[in-house]
Antibody, heavy 112, light 110 residues
Framework: QVQLVQSGAEVKKPGASVKVSCKAS????????MHWVRQAPGQGLEWMGW????????NYAQKFQGRVTMTRDTSISTAYMELSRLRSDDTAVYYC?????WGQGTLVTVSS | NFMLTQPHSVSESPGKTVTISCTRS????????VQWYQQRPGSAPTTVIY?????PSGVPDRFSGSIDSSSNSASLTISGLKTEDEADYYC?????????FGGGTKLTVL
């Protein structure tokens, strides 16, 4: 059974960085792109980008280019999303997702 | 680039059928698969339809998806509505390798 298990909630100050992990199981990790999607409080879903776990290649939404870095560690079937220079409007639930499956989400709160 | 437009909200009574539309602004709706996600309050999205009309195992056959090239839109139809179907529903498609989401539709079952 496919599972995507994300790291726990984070509280960060403006200007800091956050790194969220997503551990995959139940399938071949390198066989599917991993996407990251965020959802601000009361808002819709916003696509941030993807990583190809096989090659490490990435593709980021223009809005996040220069602030987001997606990486992976194939030895432990885990993908990571790091967002830097955090602002209050980055407060959101961050999801990893692959075709048909989603992680449980990680709440990132940015507050001074 | 294109957008996917959904109605902000729909409501229907238990036992009835409801259809949620997702209209693509440019380019053909048929050129990229459409997925539908259900999101209950406080929970992560789950897939109810993938590749236009495929249902993951465990999703009731009350849920069905279709595309209509004449209106350039995709539709999610839920029949025999249950109170547990009350949720937000999002359509999603692809622009090159980007994911594009609709704005979401709040389904109220009353």
């Amino acid at each position: 059974q496919v599972q995507l298990v994300q790291s726990g909630a984070e509280v960060k100050k403006p200007g800091a960085s956050v790194k969220v992990s997503c551990k995959a199981s139940g399938y071949t990790f390198t066989g599917y792109y991993m996407h990251w999607v965020r959802q601000a409080p009361g808002q819709g879903l916003e696509w941030m980008g993807w990583i190809n776990p096989n090659s490490g290649g990435t593709n980021y939404a223009q809005k996040f280019q220069g602030r987001v870095t997606m990486t992976r560690d194939t030895s432990i079937s885990t993908a990571y999303m790091e967002l830097s220079r955090l602002r209050s409007d980055d407060t959101a639930v961050y999801y990893c997702a692959r075709v048909r499956w989603w992680g449980q989400g990680t709440l990132v709160t940015v507050s001074s | 680039n294109f957008m996917l437009t959904q109605p902000h909200s729909v409501s229907e009574s238990p036992g009835k059928t409801v259809t949620i539309s997702c209209t693509r602004s440019s380019g053909s709706i048929a050129s990229n698969y459409v997925q539908w996600y259900q999101q209950r309050p406080g929970s992560a999205p789950t897939t109810v339809i993938y590749e236009d009309n495929q249902r993951p195992s465990g999703v009731p056959d009350r849920f069905s998806g279709s595309i209509d090239s004449s209106s350039n839109s995709a539709s999610l139809t839920i029949s025999g509505l249950k109170t547990e179907d009350e949720a937000d529903y999002y359509c999603q498609s692809y622009d090159s390798s980007y994911w594009v989401f609709g704005g979401g539709t709040k389904l109220t079952v009353l």
